[in-house]
């Protein structure tokens, strides 16, 4: 059942009261009536048609709703996500990438040695090589990246990829696309 189907169900004030009188738990039509206040020339033929609809079903304790309807009718016309922005053609440096960076941003700055280094040159990147830039620029370069831009920037000049001089930096290191 398609979710427009299902608001078409109980797009009628009747049926959606005995829906909701079912799913409360009222088993047989005078039930329903008496927790609705609706008379049973309406109460009759919202039951035929929630039955009809798939909505509500007989079993041997009386009515019951189909309340799963609602899940399979959202699982059925659910579009399938998209899949995940590759950041890297490497399938491992990709994995490392996906994991610390969320959004663009960094969600943190990797304790291990080796993850580190693929996360910081792939931040490198953001620098032109040849292209000298003051500590200014370069802060807002990075606090794109990350809130501790001052560590993130010490990382980057620690691993050789970003070289310093009298607070003008420059991409001293890290692979470069052609």
């Known amino acids: 059942m398609t979710p427009t189907a299902l608001c078409g169900l109980l797009a009628e004030s009747d049926r959606l ?5 079912v799913v409360l738990g009222a088993r047989t039509p005078s039930t329903v009536e008496a927790a609705t206040g609706l008379p049973a020339r ?3 033929p919202a039951i035929r048609r929630l039955q009809q ?3 509500l079903a007989v079993a041997d ?3 019951v709703a189909a309340q799963e309807a609602f899940k399979d009718a959202v699982r059925a016309s659910a579009t399938p996500a998209a899949p995940p922005l590759q950041l890297d053609e490497d399938r491992q440096r990709d994995l490392v990438l996906r994991t610390f960076i969320t959004d663009g941003r960094l969600t943190q700055i990797p304790a291990a040695r080796g993850k580190r280094v693929v996360v910081l040159e792939h931040i490198a990147s953001s620098f032109e090589p040849g292209i000298r830039y003051p500590e ?3 802060d807002a370069i990075l606090r794109a990246w990350h ?4 560590a993130l920037r010490r990382h980057l000049v620690d691993a050789g990829l970003l070289s310093r001089d009298r607070n003008v930096y420059w991409r001293s290191g890290g ?3 052609v």
């Open 175 to 177: 692979p470069v696309v």
């Open 136 to 138: 200014r620029e370069v």
């Open 17 to 21: 009261r005995v829906f909701a009188a």
């Open 53 to 55: 609809g798939g909505l």
């Open 61 to 63: 304790s009386g009515l």
């Open 42 to 44: 309406l109460v009759e």
């Open 147 to 150: 809130d501790d831009h001052a």
